[in-house]
DNA sequence: TTGTAGGCGTTATCAC
DNA sequence: GTGATAACGCCTACAA
């Protein structure tokens, strides 16, 4: 077995003390440059690397990131995560990542972990079915600080960073309103969380706007993933009145819909006028190309990360009933063009 | 600021000593029940919880697995890494996550923050031009298991996860051929990294053996992305003889190709028959859906993450010239059938 | 500019 | 069953 180097072996062998060396390999300036080179290259030359362990232990910081998210399975969350990363490790942090799968047990069970592995910060997007955010009162009392992303909580505990989900989804109704469509059904996620209950709301509210009625048949609640997209679809396949236009709550599920749609003869927009949500790279391809909401997801996760990064270096300290919204916006393509 | 309640804490609380509240806590079998309780509750009460920095420092184990892959922008990429958290999570192990963004120096720095986080085990799928694996010696060396899946080395240091890519590539290559085609394009990433490679090859061995010529021509090396596969598209478009089949090495960016094609009047199958490769839900919502290879990577993300803790765990040991080759196969799908 | 010394919180090895 | 004690390797007052 190797024999691990540490700063005392390198003492020993330069006849300095481990304080010159522990300071000379952290840069530190009270120390003569030629010494420290001298420690450097020894270091190097023996296959010296710094114990984390005890570097974290005694300084009382890990220099690690910790990421929630609810399930590593859209490109969303993949790009947000990507952007985190980078982010991340360009400032020498560590990200130690973990899924809820949706489940608030699971998304409890790794905030005990992310706690216990004592994260510097912590960036959070909330699974389907989180009613409240006690479990990161813990982190909270300590001063560790915790942003949500995304799927967040009405609450000013935390930093939120989101886009307007309300406008969006009011924005891309009233656009289908204005193509002509009376009946337009909406196919969305758990209306207990924030995001798809701000779409819904935004879509209620342009109803009303535009002198539609709301209409609860028109209204669809699934996981929002292809199976549900085309159950969607299949449903719709066989209503006795079709709607004239769908607004889904995410691209994948309505792409997803759309597919069974013109399978099943329907003819898209003339019949039905489709519109997703996220601009995922699927509704670029899909024909005709898939109306949506430009969510800036990679942008997402390099504020999250940036904000929480300058947070721990008190560059700049966020106070704790700061929402930060970002831009996003409609981006109307051929599949909701009616004329 | 919190006091951090510590095992003294406890000891003085309980009048103990530290190391039976340490060995109550680990659950060790030498402790009276009764005391056993005691002290976790109380550690429950007092909100203790346990360092583990102290402990990683005293056992010289980290409980962390570390993930470097090349880039999180793929169904593939983040199914793999899905399973891989998840496997670890239910083993109690910690996730950290690094991306090379596709360049060696990346990787190799990546392997430095890595080596020094001191990770039990490492899972890696190599960056695009990653020529040599020397920057895992240090790894290796020190008996830490380092496993490759996807895009791995050609070199029995370590073992490594795969599918038959040769064998794919020949039979989407073959099926082709089997349609009438006999200007069979191949469009795939950097031939340096095996997966491309052995693509390639099993594309060259299946025109020989269908008695087709290979031409220089109808080879297209790019990033595989959206947009190298759209400029696929109109380089294709500008040929003065178009090729009457495409096999491409990823399904994204043959998703996007033939999108173009599609757009500039070709039909599709009729003039070109298509397919791709991996399976990705792309694939299956495109129209005409994609023939393509069902790369099982959900599955190849927890077969990495079981081998790797397995062997941390001592239950089962890896050779170091295992190969594990995962079961793959062509889909076909009316992208590709001209008949 | 460099050295001394104590402590960060655990766990393993002896003892009893 | 439980306790005393010595590392684990680093950092940082405080001294020199």
Redesign the pocket.
């Known amino acids: 077995m190797h024999k691990?180097?540490?700063?005392?072996?390198?003492?020993k062998k330069?006849?300095?003390?481990?304080?010159?060396?522990?300071?000379?390999?952290?840069d530190?300036?009270?120390?003569?440059?030629?010494?420290?080179k001298k420690i450097v290259d020894t270091a190097e030359a023996l296959g010296?690397?710094?114990?984390?362990?005890?570097?974290s232990?005694?300084?009382?910081k890990s220099n690690t990131i910790g990421v929630i998210i609810p399930r590593l399975n859209s490109h969303f969350v993949a790009s947000v995560l990507g952007a985190v990363e980078k982010i991340a490790n360009d400032s020498g942090y560590n990200i130690i990542m973990s899924q809820s799968m949706e489940s608030v047990a699971r998304e409890i069970a790794n905030t005990k972990t992310m706690f216990n592995s004592r994260v510097d910060g912590l960036l959070v997007s909330l699974a389907y079915d989180t009613g409240n955010i006690d479990h990161f009162d813990k982190f909270i009392k300590r001063g560790i600080p915790v942003i949500f992303f995304d799927r967040v909580f009405e609450d000013d505990k935390c930093v939120r960073i989101v886009i307007d989900n309300f406008k969006n989804a009011y924005d891309v109704t009233t656009h289908l309103a204005a193509q002509g469509c009376t009946r337009i059904m909406h196919i969305t996620g758990n209306l207990k969380r924030n995001v798809y209950a701000e779409r819904y709301n935004g879509y209620r509210k342009a109803l009303r706007d535009a002198g539609l009625p709301f209409q609860k048949d028109l209204l669809l609640s699934g996981e929002l993933n292809e199976a549900s997209g085309a159950a969607a679809g299949e449903k719709i396949l066989a209503m006795k009145k079709l709607p004239d236009g769908i607004f889904g709550a995410n691209d994948t599920s309505t792409a997803s819909c759309m597919h069974v749609l013109k399978q099943g003869g329907i003819r898209i927009p003339g019949q039905i006028a489709i519109a997703g949500f996220n601009n995922d790279p699927i509704s670029r391809i899909v024909e005709p190309n898939l109306t949506t909401i430009n969510y800036p997801a990679y942008q997402m996760g390099e504020i999250a990360a940036t904000t929480l990064i300058n947070h721990l270096a008190g560059v700049s300290s966020i106070s704790n009933t700061n929402i930060i919204v970002l831009r996003s916006e409609l981006i109307i393509r051929s599949s909701s063009l009616k004329k």
């Open positions: 691990e180097i540490t700063i005392y072996d390198l003492a330069l006849k300095l003390s481990p304080a010159t060396i522990s300071r000379a390999l952290s530190h300036r009270a120390i003569n440059k030629k010494t420290k010296y690397r710094s114990n984390t362990f005890a570097s232990l005694r300084k009382k």
